[in-house]
């Protein structure tokens, strides 16, 4: 359908490779969001298990802040794809990556549950909001590349959905800016805003 | 193809949109049913094997439970999906938090499996219909939002169909919540509950 | 596009319905055929690893053959589902039933890995080749169950592709109950009978 | 669409049949790629945190490098079924084969983590490449069997795309072998050729 275009044969520039990467991506999403869980771990003998699940909150809080997280990216990384008809080689190793660090979330997501009402919680939550931050930055340089002079973009991309995705990224690196450094200020003010960001994002953000 | 509405051009609302959120949704249900099994320990050193695998009993019942349950609520999910052409971010999000609800089962199936043959048998049990009660309330809610007025249904939903799907809701949270005082009250009792309701729901309904 | 049947309107009978079960379906083989993976050890402080890792043998050819019957039944599954072009709601739970199982083979996997080599491999390679036996039934069922009367065929199923799939449906039971069986009798001839089959299925099967 | 040809009518030879096994193994891909978090362990009460995560820096490594290897694999795979148009079961077999060496890799990755920096990091590295090794000749062994006289391929298969992949995949299980051949001679020497190798994959290669 698409004319092939002049960039060499082995590049992948067509509507069906954009659906392909794009139901790729959303794989990897779902068994990442989904892969959490498996962090909680069962109180072994427990002598009074109510108590021990509830002692448990850090895992559950860790779990559904990650997943808000991830799910919120995922709306986000969709809401990209929308606009884009084309890719290159090295927008989808800009995308890779991001996965990458997409499927990290899991890790860090495990370190804070386990460290949050120990006396290390202040690195457990550096180590969780600078995996965000460094997720937000290569979501935003993933934004950047495939919207410089709208190259990516299918014909009939909105001038007004772009604009306003240019809005919303600029706003999210600094936000997880924010939150990491927090997390080495106050652990509660740390978290706080990671939460308010989790439930900002989910209603409003883009 | 669909004619953008009045909405805000990052409202998600086009059949399209509704296509992906559901694959989304099948991903997870996938994934969640299927990491189920790996919540079963293998007995370690076992000198008396075949004793020791009969003894997993409550983890291949609690496995085959929530397996049950999973499947039909992926089931009911897709014939809510059937009726409904679009969709918003509200939508999205309840839809996100049913998924975070359907992937949590994974914890207290495990932790029911660990406590049904202990002295702790009733708190698992709690936990585990509790959670159940939490999943027929959001699904119910996420129903009532998209079916109110119709409005995300698509041209030619069926009144029928609506009708049995409302009639059907109404009893999830009602069972779901009797199997959760049951719990209180009677471990086995409960239990059989939830084995009738698993059957049930999977021969008859939606 | 299809016309709506006499069947009940919750009932699911479309092609589009049909295609979005096997996709659940695809989803679940995929998740369980590449979850086998997680079950093999990695040796804790070992002093000698070559040796160490030689020794986890059990577990590579466990994952290996386990490997290889579920993707056979992925085929198998796909060959099935190109002949269907309805569905009901107890094919739908029968497929659930099947999948469960699919789902399940990774737990006697992990266990016939760990006791191979142990006094107990007879018991673990009865659980084993029980689990197929299980599967091997199920899916019979699953396929008489739509091919009755041909009623869920498309209008063009080739009959010589239902003859073929009748044969090799009938001779799966037969094959997994005599390694079930063999299982009693001697192990390794009961484990050559599986590596057998696996290979047979592999090459020529349906 | 496409007509029947004299093959078997279990032979499956479609260009739907290839969209269903390439969706098969982007779901097997996906799944193998996220898993690989599963295996970076937690540090269990430690007492300095932040040591105790950077001292997890072979985890980190080699979750990095086989992601980046898995992601190239998958783009690659991704490369050649775009030239395929019709598919044999020799060719879905050893597909399968390929994706369960891609699957297998979470495994020897475990392994490099947890022995990198011990003094058997010379069979951990050669484990892990030898791996990779056998991944390489069964995509070589794959992409022959597709490309011998063009017999799958589709009708307007790129003459020049066909040329590219010939000489791509002529360099890959040499390299996969000269790295496997280092890990013999060197560990470090080793390692950086992997990161080498990874990274100009991920850049150039097709």
Redesign the interface.
């Known amino acids: 359908m698409v004319a092939e275009d002049e960039q ?3 590049d ?1 520039n067509e509507t069906r490779e954009t659906g ?1 990467l794009e ?2 991506s ?15 771990d ?2 072994l003998h ?1 002598e009074h ?2 108590r021990d ?1 509830l002692h448990e909150w850090p895992s559950f809080l860790a ?2 802040l990650s ?2 997280v991830i ?1 919120v990216m ?2 986000n990384h ?2 990209v794809f929308r606009l884009i008809g084309r890719i290159n ?2 927008f ?2 800009l995308n ?1 990556l991001l ?2 660090v997409i ?2 979330i ?2 860090p997501t ?2 804070l549950a ?2 949050l009402t ?1 006396s ?1 919680a202040d ?2 939550l550096q ?1 969780y909001n600078g995996t965000f931050l460094i997720m937000a930055i290569l979501f935003n340089a993933l934004w950047r590349y495939a919207s410089r002079d709208a190259r990516f973009f299918v014909a009939d991309a ?1 001038p ?2 772009v604009a ?1 995705i240019n809005r919303a990224f600029r706003f999210g690196p600094l936000m997880y800016g924010i939150s990491f450094l927090l997390a080495f200020i106050s652990v509660p003010l740390g978290l706080a805003t990671n939460i308010g960001l989790a439930i900002y994002y ?2 409003y953000s ?1």
């Open positions: 060499t044969q082995l992948v392909r139901a790729f959303d794989g990897v999403f779902a068994i990442a969001i989904t892969l959490l869980i498996l962090e909680i069962v109180p427990s298990l109510a699940l779990y559904a997943f808000l799910l995922w709306v969709h809401a080689r090295p989808m190793m890779g996965l990458m499927t990290f899991n890790y495990a370190v386990d460290y120990s290390h690195t457990a180590f909105d007004d959905t306003a989910a209603i883009l």
